[in-house]
């Protein structure tokens, strides 16, 4: 896996997973989509990385070791847990008008060139596909998980 030199432009929302095996999953989205890091990862005392970024496809994507006793868990497998970072103008004001544990759920779509060479790609590399490619209004999108089970979609439009 190779290190990006140039920074990537954040958007004003992107995906932030919670995993179990942080190191499992950087190198995991390297080798199934190309994912490269931004960076240097964030690594606490304990070891666990706390914060990791990863240039895909053109876009951004954050990821970080679970931290349980701060409510951060990885998901069981085949579950969801995603946070969606929003980018504000006034941090604290934004905390006190957005609800507290409303128990959404956020699953990212990533979106592909090819979705039928995208799905062997999560297969050959120990990811798992939930639901076959399917023709949809939009386009075609399948439902896959990652090597530690966390759930997202690939689409093709």
């Known amino acids: 896996m190779t290190e990006a030199t140039d920074t990537i432009p954040r958007p004003a929302a992107l995906p932030y997973l919670c995993v179990g095996d942080a190191r499992a999953a950087i190198a995991w ?13 964030i690594v606490m005392e304990d070891g666990r990385i706390g914060h990791a ?11 970080a070791d679970e931290y349980p006793e701060l409510g951060l868990k990885a998901p069981a ?8 970072m929003l980018q504000v103008a006034d941090t604290d004001t934004a905390l006190q008008r957005g609800p507290r544990n ?7 779509m990533w979106t592909v060139a090819d979705i039928d ?4 790609r999560v297969r050959e590399t120990g990811g798992t596909v939930l639901q076959e490619p399917a023709r949809q209004p939009y386009g075609v999108s399948a439902e896959c998980a990652d090597n530690q089970g966390a759930r ?4 093709e439009f």
């Open 102 to 108: 409303a128990g959404s759920v956020t699953v990212p």
């Open 117 to 120: 060479v995208a799905v062997a």
């Open 29 to 41: 989205y390297a080798d199934a989509f190309g994912a490269v890091v931004v960076g240097d990862p």
């Open 77 to 84: 497998p085949q579950a969801v847990s995603v946070s969606l």
């Open 53 to 63: 970024e990863l240039e895909l496809a053109g876009g951004v994507l954050y990821l």
């Open 152 to 155: 997202f979609y690939l689409g």
